[in-house]
């Protein structure tokens, strides 16, 4: 790493309490310097995790900071994996391109090795920072702004048996949460909630807004039982032909197709609003299938979630396979030489093992391209088609393509 202007190269340290300004400050910068509501502040304070958090020093001046949130993820069978949130990435624009990033990408890479977690997982401000640092895109999200006037919604048997009822949304707070727990095994990419995180859904600030109301939420009830909610808020507009509002949501989970499609029809059927959007959703979510007019509706698909895998064995064991799988894979991993080489992977529905071999290679991949497969999002055999993966053994690739795969495809909730 090039030297700072003090002529020493910039001091990498765990974050203190009492340094936590400066650093948020660096960070906001870096995003455009937009100053954030003390609730947004004091929130993501709260939810620091000191020790796991990076900060770079240039003297008395913050020059870097990345923290590390200690996550659980869902990934292909259910199981719930330890792995670090890579979150609060920036460098100061004064300092920028002279690899501090680089330094910190490899001391909590280290870190996160030692602290014994198979995963590093992201959400990108850009896709090209984190390739290098072997991180591969590994869920995706729609997005959709849904023409609810020309569009029609046909909802399947028992939808009139859940009732829709407003609430406020710090009340019903912990029913909705028992609705995101139920949830979070099911699908691959899901986060289980740390303590604190379930305020995040609540933050409302002004800023945020951008014309809309505050935010509103309705519940999804059957028999008295809280089986769904969906946040958002209205953007008022009136033209000359009358009123045009647009629903914006911000959050929606259901435990069954019923509930799911109450909701959605409850966002259809808003009086005075003649669209609604909704980002970062599933990509195989079921209203796709209710609408009558998919095109009307634009979907359009994000990357979301980049996965690296810190350690290759552990992570590839801690999965299961949909269908039988014995392959050697050749790993290739320049920035964490320890996953370097061959890997022996057998595994089914059931269980997997993971142990380095000395057997020949009958797939050759990066590390970045086994992240981006690793949740079952993305096929082995379309990356192979761009040359990321070789296949050296005939039927190696159709066998793990297969096992590798996941449905539901997986998803990541909300960004951090
Ligand atoms: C998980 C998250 O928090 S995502 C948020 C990331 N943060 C931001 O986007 C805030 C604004 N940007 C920044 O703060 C900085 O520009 C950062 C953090 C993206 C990069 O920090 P730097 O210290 O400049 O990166 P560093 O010097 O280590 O660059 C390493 C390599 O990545 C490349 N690189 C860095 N940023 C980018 C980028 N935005 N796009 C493309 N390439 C990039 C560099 O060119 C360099 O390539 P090289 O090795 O071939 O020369």
């Not at 990934?75 to 460098?91: C, E, I, N, W």
């Not at 939420?217 to 033209?239: F, H, I, L, N, Q």
């Not at 396979?321 to 529905?349: I, K, M, Q, T």
């Amino acid at each position: 790493m090039a030297n700072d202007s003090t002529g020493r190269a910039p001091e990498l340290r765990a974050l203190r309490p009492d340094e936590w300004d400066t650093a948020y400050d660096n960070l906001l910068r870096a995003f455009g310097g937009l100053p954030e509501s003390d609730e947004e502040r004091e929130m993501w304070r709260s939810i620091t995790e000191f020790d796991r958090f990076l900060a770079a020093w240039d003297g008395e001046r913050c020059v870097g900071t990345a923290g590390a949130f200690s996550f659980r993820l869902t990934v292909p069978g259910g199981t719930s994996v330890p792995a670090a949130g890579v979150t609060m990435v920036s460098v100061a624009a004064t300092h920028r391109r002279r690899g501090v990033l680089t330094s910190m990408m490899r001391r909590q890479l280290d870190d996160v090795r030692s602290w014994g977690e198979p995963l590093a997982v992201l959400c990108a401000s850009e896709p090209a920072i984190y390739g290098r640092f072997g991180y591969g895109a590994a869920s995706f999200q729609l997005d959709a702004e849904i023409d609810t006037v020309r569009v029609g919604l046909t909802v399947p048997d028992g939808t009139d048996d859940v009732q829709v009822r407003y609430s406020d949304p710090a009340e019903v707070l912990d029913a909705c949460e028992a609705v995101y727990a139920r949830l979070v095994p099911g699908r691959p990419g899901m986060l289980a909630r740390r303590p604190g995180w379930e305020r995040v859904g609540l933050l409302d600030p002004e800023s945020d807004r951008d014309g809309a109301s505050p935010l509103q939420c309705v519940v999804a009830e059957r028999d008295g039982e809280t089986v769904g909610y969906a946040r958002y808020r209205v953007k008022p507009s009136w033209s000359a032909a009358g009123p045009d509002s647009q629903v914006v949501l911000s959050a929606l989970e259901a435990l069954d197709p019923a509930a799911g499609a109450a909701l959605w029809r409850f966002l259809f059927g808003l009086d005075l609003t003649s669209s609604l959007v909704a980002r970062g959703r599933p990509v195989d979510e079921g209203w796709q299938y209710l609408v009558s007019d998919i095109r009307r509706c634009r979907p359009a698909r994000r990357d979301a979630l980049y996965v690296r895998p810190v350690e290759v064995g552990a992570a590839l064991a801690a999965r299961t396979y949909r269908a039988p799988v014995d392959v050697v894979l050749e790993v290739e991993d320049a920035f964490c030489p320890w996953n370097a080489g061959r890997w022996r992977l057998s595994g089914d529905a059931k269980g997997a093992s993971c142990e380095p071999t000395r057997d020949a290679a009958d797939l050759a991949l990066s590390a970045r391209e086994l992240g981006a497969a690793y949740l079952g999002g993305v096929s082995l055999t379309a990356l192979a088609t761009a040359g990321r993966v070789r296949e050296l053994r005939g039927g190696a690739l159709a066998e793990a393509a297969l096992a590798f795969g996941s449905d539901p495809a997986p998803w990541m909730p909300h960004g951090f």
